[in-house]
């Protein structure tokens, strides 16, 4: 993909990649329908982005995609945009629709090793023709924190979400609600920054790359996972059915609180079963905020002595999408769960305890 260049001597240069969603709907005058709008022609529809000061260039997807219909296959081409256009931006903003934007910011975390420049997903809840929108806000400001640096690098050098007013990580992010603007939340890690008449960064909270390496992306995920959400009264054969799904290498157990389940004899033994097929088991909890503590309950200490393992306080999104990134690059089952239980780009908060 060529990028619609725009480039002005001396200006933060950014790419502005427009995968699809509710924030790049117009509403047709004549027919009332909203479709897709061309972000070709971005600087005729928002004058704004020429006060910014910057170059804004454009890539879009053709056709636009619904975040429903977003996963590896879609992951991948934002990578390689980014990839390819790496040297010739200061950072970059990736237009998407708001319900799977958690699973992509997570995906993209892993698959952009050495990052060293600011990938920002953003989107809205109304499209961006409409008066009330949130879309052209948060583009704009999306757009600043892409660009902006400090001593000539980058303050924000990592995958995140920014959505109506606050910049979190992407990998620690979910959507929370439907209908409201601040449709995102990161209950167990701060935000990196808030916009209100300035935007604030909280440097100490931003992840930043030991060493300074050549970007690195990565194409290779598996889909062989599968998410285990547990209820009370969960049947013997729904458990059956989904750890006995051919090729499945991965699961994204939701359990209870602090990361309990079950303690029946028949439940137990299908996961020890699992496991001892090489079946990986992440235990993440339910609960929007807070971590798995398996150690907390004998409940919990049964998933660990059927070798479960503990995913603290990733989100489902994460961890889903973590799976997919370390089985797609052939490691063994033992190797995941080594992995599992590290925090590769700020995804997770390892205890003390847990750390080699």
Not at 3 to 24: C, H, R, V
Not at 45 to 56: A, F, T
Not at 328 to 346: A, R, W
Request: charged share 20%; aromatic share 8%; glycine share 8%.
């Amino acid at each position: 993909m060529t990028a619609n260049m725009n480039n002005e001597q001396g200006k933060a240069s950014i790419l502005l990649i427009y995968t699809g969603g509710t924030i790049g709907m117009m509403e047709n005058s004549e027919t009332g329908v909203l479709e897709s709008f061309n972000f070709q022609h971005l600087k005729d529809n928002m004058p704004e982005l020429k006060k910014l000061g910057y170059s804004v260039s454009t890539i879009q997807f053709d056709p636009p995609m619904d975040s429903s219909e977003m996963g590896p296959e879609s992951w991948m081409k934002i990578v390689k945009i980014i990839a390819d256009n790496y040297q010739q931006y200061d950072g970059f903003v990736v237009l998407h629709g708001t319900d799977t934007m958690s699973f992509t910011a997570s995906a993209l975390s892993f698959m952009l090793e050495n990052l060293s420049k600011p990938v920002i997903l953003t989107g809205s809840q109304l499209p961006i023709g409409m008066l009330r929108t949130d879309g052209k806000e948060n583009l704009i400001t999306a757009i600043e924190i892409a660009a902006a640096k400090e001593n000539g690098m980058p303050i924000v050098p990592e995958v995140c979400v920014f959505f109506e007013n606050d910049l979190l990580r992407g990998n620690r992010t979910s959507k929370i609600n439907a209908d409201n603007f601040n449709a995102f939340r990161s209950y167990n890690y701060p935000a990196l920054a808030h916009a209100g008449i300035y935007i604030k960064y909280d440097t100490g909270q931003i992840y930043h790359p030991v060493s300074r390496k050549p970007l690195k992306p990565h194409y290779l995920l598996d889909r062989n996972i599968a998410i285990l959400k547990l209820f009370p009264g969960i049947s013997p054969q729904v458990i059956e059915s989904i750890l006995n799904i051919p090729g499945l290498k991965g699961v994204v157990m939701e359990t209870f609180g602090s990361g309990n389940a079950p303690s029946q004899e028949w439940f137990l033994k299908m996961l020890k079963e699992a496991v001892d097929r090489g079946i990986v088991i992440v235990n993440v909890t339910q609960c929007s905020g807070g971590s798995v503590e398996m150690h907390r309950y004998e409940t919990g200490h049964k998933l660990l002595e059927a070798g479960v393992i503990s995913g603290f306080d990733s989100t489902t999104e994460s961890a889903v999408t973590k799976l997919m990134f370390l089985f797609g690059h052939g490691l063994s089952p033992e190797e995941v769960k080594d992995h599992m239980n590290c925090s590769l780009i700020g995804e997770v908060t390892i205890p003390e305890s847990f750390r080699p």
